[in-house]
């Protein structure tokens, strides 16, 4: 901007100025420079406005003014920041889906595994369920011929028809999961009663039901009476005194807990670590594994099975093993 004057002030600067912005106040700086520049200035609407001065202090009557608009950064606009907003919400969404469906091929793929291994400890189980017939056939055939080698034949036959019966009770549990406790104590009785027949007044047994426990409650079959073939096979071998086992079933807090006790001759979870002596435990052996694959199907360790000693006048005297199982209803 260009300023005329014939009577320049001396001590004071000639022009002043002022950029209006939207309806701000007029603020006036003074200076002699002919230019004023501005930087950054916000976007919107503005009017520069400049006069000068004589020497007599008077300033022009009408100041010189530019008006002039900054249009915002297209960043700045609306326009932008709303497709911006849209993009990254979209983005967002996709991002989500894309987890989501990851996510759910993820659980579907373990669903499949996770199922392709229930099945597999399902056939494992049954497996292992079946394995108990043929060794429970072996055993009592084994005390069939003994009867016979001695010329008994109507204990013999006695002792057969016996067994047939268990048999065929044995092959239907074989094949459930779940039974009934009463059903289980009822075939326990029948297969203690022939193991006393086959020992002949070695042992006594006896049964003991807490109250507090439904026999219509369910466990799984044929856990028991291995823990009580082995008492007597191994418990009763060389004891010179009567033999008693006793089954109680209690309630403890949420779940059932079974024990065998029996008074023979001490502690023989010991014997499963010597090679020779797992072929004469090899029912006890299917319980135990009967026992890890239920937790592995039901991914709780709720089954367990414990030994320990029973003590007698305070030394060791036959063995209390301990089984915990889930009430199944």
């Known amino acids: 901007f260009t300023g005329k004057s014939f009577r320049k002030p001396v ?31 916000i976007p919107g609407e503005y009017t520069f406005i400049v006069s000068a001065r004589n020497k007599y202090d008077n300033w022009s009557s009408y100041p010189a003014q530019y008006s002039f608009k900054i249009s915002p950064f297209y960043r700045d606009t609306l326009w932008f920041r709303s497709l ?8 967002l969404y996709a991002m989500y889906k894309i987890r989501e469906k990851s996510l759910l ?14 099945k597999l400890k399902s056939a494992e189980l049954e497996v292992l369920r079946n394995q108990m017939n043929p060794h429970f056939i072996y055993n009592t055939l084994n005390s069939i011929q003994n009867f016979i080698f001695k010329n008994e034949p109507e204990v013999a036959n ?49 049964f003991v039901i807490d109250e507090n426990v439904d026999t219509h409650w369910h466990i799984p079959p044929l856990l028991i009476q291995p823990l009580i073939e082995n008492a007597i096979k191994h418990g009763f071998k060389n004891i010179k005194y009567t033999g008693i086992i006793e089954i109680e079933i209690l309630k403890v807090d949420e779940h059932l807990r079974i024990h065998v006790k ?36 039901r991914g709780k360790n709720l089954c367990k099975m414990s030994f320990k000693n029973n003590i007698h006048e305070g030394k060791p005297r036959g063995v209390i093993v301990t089984l915990d199982l889930p009430i199944v209803v």
Not at 27 to 32: A, E, H, I, L, S
């Open 158 to 206: 006695y002792f057969l028809a016996s067994f047939s019966k268990l048999m065929r009770k044995s092959l239907e549990m074989s094949q459930l999961k779940y039974i009934r406790i009463d059903q289980e104590k009822e075939f326990l009785k029948n297969y203690v009663e022939l193991e006393q027949l086959r020992f002949r007044d070695k042992f006594e047994y006896r």
């Open 11 to 41: 001590d004071n600067a000639f022009y002043r100025y002022a950029l209006i912005h939207s309806k701000e106040d007029t603020v006036w700086k003074f200076t002699n420079n002919r230019n004023v520049p501005y930087t950054n200035l």
């Open 262 to 297: 029996d008074n023979g001759t001490g502690k023989r979870d010991d014997l499963l670590q010597d090679h020779q002596e797992q072929k004469k435990s090899f029912g006890l052996q299917i319980v135990r594994n009967r026992i890890q694959i239920i937790n592995e199907k």
């Open 84 to 91: 911006s907003f849209l993009i990254l919400l979209l983005s």
């Open 105 to 118: 091929a993820k659980a579907e793929h373990k669903r499949k595994l996770h199922e392709i291994e229930f």
